[in-house]
């Protein structure tokens, strides 16, 4: 079964300050994508980045980026600039054989002004 | 583009009632995912409607159902509640089925069972 690891269940970060977030995870397949999720206290659950496994180039999307290791499988998500907004649960979730996502426990990110 | 719709956003119902929440896809999104998320066990799937036909389905009792109808639109049904069975229902959309596609959440629906 595939399974996903957020180790670090909080992290705290100084506004303007970067983070890394990270993510391991256990799959049989070959070819998949993998997601960063955000969910603010507002429950809406919200796309941060996404990663195609086969490209070896890390994604980025504005102040966040991805540092994707395939063969360790190890999938950690960068926030650089830390702004308050960024306060949330993150959410690692490779995508599943057959279509599903699969979520990690989050980490709880708090941002200090 | 409107986004995903979920409907009720909050349920009470108490143990041994049924329940039926609904989802609305983006308009042109014909898959359709289903997501169970508490504090103890996270986020968990439970079932991916495409083109009326359920294609995947998780770990879940038989109490939970689903059914995706012509226009995109799913329902999901809960009988027989159970108290564990409170959780925030999340659904998602996606162009088209399967582990590549953005999946677009929807607010969610809150359902307590008493």
């Known amino acids: 079964a595939q399974t996903v690891t957020q180790s670090q269940p909080e992290m705290s970060v100084q506004e303007a300050e970067t983070v890394t977030l990270s993510c391991t995870y256990d799959?049989?397949?070959?070819?998949?994508?993998l997601f960063w999720y955000k969910q603010p206290p507002s429950r809406q659950m919200i796309l941060v980045i996404r990663?195609?496994?086969?490209?070896?180039q890390n994604a980025t999307e504005n102040r966040f980026s991805v540092n994707f290791q395939k063969a360790a499988k190890s999938f950690s998500l960068k926030i650089s600039d830390s702004q308050l907004g960024d306060a949330a649960m993150y959410f690692c979730?490779?995508?599943?054989?057959?279509?599903?996502?699969?979520f990690g426990k989050g980490t709880k990110l708090s941002v200090k002004p | 583009k409107a986004g995903v719709t979920q409907t009720p956003r909050y349920l009470i119902k108490t143990r041994g009632q049924q329940v039926t929440l609904s989802c609305s896809p983006i308009?042109?999104?014909?898959?359709v995912s289903w997501y169970q998320q508490t504090p103890g066990q996270g986020l968990q799937f439970l079932f991916e409607?495409?083109?009326?036909?359920?294609?995947n389905k998780g770990n879940f009792p038989g109490r939970f159902s689903g059914r995706q109808f012509s226009n995109s639109r799913s329902e999901m049904n809960v009988s027989t509640l159970e108290l564990g069975d409170s959780a925030l229902y999340l659904c998602?959309?996606?162009?088209?089925?399967?582990?590549?596609?953005?999946?677009?959440f929807g607010p969610g629906t809150r359902l307590t069972v008493l």
């Open positions: 998602a959309s996606s162009l088209v089925a399967g582990p590549y596609n953005e999946q677009f």
């Open positions: 799959t049989s397949e070959s070819d998949y994508y």
């Open positions: 990663q195609e496994a086969y490209k070896q």
């Open positions: 979730a490779p995508g599943g054989s057959q279509g599903n996502l699969i």
């Open positions: 308009s042109g999104h014909r898959s």
């Open positions: 409607y495409f083109s009326e036909t359920q294609r």
